[in-house]
């Protein structure tokens, strides 16, 4: 199964960014069912948990490094996940994947998770 991330780009510090997660053309519970996370990657660093959402939107996790400024949602009848970055920093800049989990929980360990996005890169200038 082949996620689909979008919505990355460049921009200033402090500025605000919404990447998007979809399953086109899969069936429809891959991601509706399923507890979905955003990971990012920065150069030379190792990937990293940033939000994670439970099967139905009521329950989410966030690393410290973004709690308050990024917000994780999904939309069951569009099969899409979202995430709200504002406040972005020069450190935010990575590549950022969605993958959706082999159970309906959210979860911050990527083990928890056998479908992954290619990703798209989000770079924040000081």
């Known amino acids: 199964v082949q996620l689909q991330a979008s919505g990355g780009g460049l921009v200033r510090a402090g500025g605000s960014l919404r990447l998007s997660c979809a399953a086109p053309?899969?069936?429809?519970?891959?991601?509706?069912?399923?507890?979905m996370g955003w990971f990012r990657q920065a150069p030379g660093k190792e990937r990293e948990i940033v939000a994670s959402?439970?099967?139905?939107?009521?329950?989410?996790t966030y690393s410290d490094s973004v709690k308050g400024r990024f917000t994780i949602s999904r939309d069951r009848s569009e099969n899409t996940v979202y995430l709200q970055m504002d406040s972005l920093k020069p450190e935010d800049t990575a590549v950022y994947y969605c993958?959706?989990?082999?159970?309906?929980?959210?979860?911050?360990?990527?083990?928890?998770?056998?479908?992954w996005g290619r990703g798209t890169l989000v770079t924040v200038s000081s």
């Open positions: 053309g899969r069936p429809r519970r891959i991601i509706s069912n399923n507890g």
């Open positions: 993958a959706a989990g082999r159970g309906s929980s959210a979860s911050t360990h990527s083990s928890s998770y056998n479908y």
């Open positions: 959402i439970d099967w139905n939107g009521g329950s989410t």
